[in-house]
């Protein structure tokens, strides 16, 4: 029996999220530590099989409550059964489909809903999965479309490609979302995507608090109806969040990190008057600032990536962090 095995991995923003979703540009990359696992073999039902992660078994009614409101009602099953709706109605008129069934099952160890897109390396695993058990090949710039597709039209999570599309590509990803950019085929739409060297990233670090969680249409859904609405400030910072990371991406060829901590930490200062940001979120951003490294959120929040100077800093950076919660790693390391 053959069993198909794909890995999708965790992802960190470095620059111009959330503009993602706006028109804008950003600068993003995956990380080894953390990953979602999908095996799918031939089986004679349709088989969902739920993980660890969707489990019906909890300590106390609060710990009950707590875990909804970080993951909902439904875990990362539904993440599965979404793709695989998604992607029959993709191949629809595009592709014939065999009729032998098969079993899937997912594991992920992404700290869920601390914006390392713990939920879009699911869809792109199963996705992968998927092709792979049908014989397709669906074209790379294509797939990120798709999988915010599983998100946004099948559950109804408001979400921008960029943690798609670096999960598709992988390495380090410089994606460009303008106007301009953006093309269409097969009625997805997809903008222009391209590798960067990774080598010429200076020494960067993550923190996260499992404890600080906050899912991203918390973020996204008040965004997007200021968007369509029009709001000139929204507009005007998605505008710079896409001009940051242009000069970004120059700072990381011209070797300058001390230009790319600046633009970072102004990443941040833009999401901050656009976006209700929690306090315990700003604490860890504060808290990193406070030994002189640079910091952003890594996404929607509950993570922040930044640079940092030296091994003095770092070890200073992981004790202040640690404090407050949090686990510190250098994500490139592994």
């Known amino acids: 029996m053959e ?21 804008g540009k950003t600068i993003a990359f ?31 009614i609060h710990d009950l409550a707590r875990d909804v409101e970080l993951h909902g009602y439904y875990g990362g099953i539904r993440l599965v059964k979404a793709t695989i709706k998604r992607f029959i109605d993709y191949c629809r008129g595009r592709h014939e489909l065999h009729d032998r069934n098969f079993s899937i099952r997912y594991e992920s160890n992404i700290p869920r809903q601390v914006g390392l897109a713990g939920s879009s390396a699911i869809i792109v695993a199963t996705l992968r999965a998927l092709a792979d058990f049908y014989q397709l090949e669906i074209p790379l710039h294509l797939q990120p479309t798709l999988v915010l597709s599983v998100e946004t039209d ?12 670096v999960q598709v590509y992988e390495g380090l990803v410089h994606m460009d979302f303008t106007e301009k950019a953006m093309q269409q085929q097969d009625e997805l739409w997809y903008g222009r995507y391209e590798h960067l060297d990774a080598a010429t990233l200076p020494p960067l670090y993550i923190a996260f608090s499992t404890e600080l969680g906050e899912p991203t249409e918390v973020v996204h859904n ?11 400030e929204l507009v005007k910072a998605m505008q710079r969040l896409a001009g940051i990371t242009d000069e970004a991406r120059s700072a990381l060829e011209n070797g300058d990190p001390q230009q790319l901590g600046r633009l970072i930490d102004e990443n941040f200062s833009i999401r901050q008057s656009i976006c209700h940001v929690h306090s315990d979120h ?13 910091a952003k959120f890594a996404g929607s929040g509950g993570a922040i990536v930044g640079t940092f100077q030296d091994e003095a800093m ?18 490139l390391s592994s």
């Open 154 to 165: 099948e559950l109804g999570i408001a979400a921008g490609l960029q943690d798609r599309v």
């Open 282 to 294: 700003l604490a860890m951003v504060e808290a990193a600032r406070s030994v002189g490294a640079s």
């Open 30 to 60: 995956t990380i080894p530590n953390y990953y979602a696992d999908v095996v799918l073999y031939e089986w004679e039902e349709m088989e969902v099989i739920p993980s660890q992660q969707d489990h019906g078994r909890f300590s106390s």
């Open 3 to 23: 069993v198909i095995k794909r890995r999708a991995f965790a992802r960190v923003g470095l620059i111009g999220n959330p503009s993602d979703g706006y028109g």
């Open 222 to 232: 008040d965004l997007r109806s200021r968007f369509q609405q029009g709001d000139a």
């Open 314 to 331: 770092y070890q200073e950076l992981c004790l202040k962090l640690q404090q407050s919660g949090c686990q510190v790693l250098r994500p």
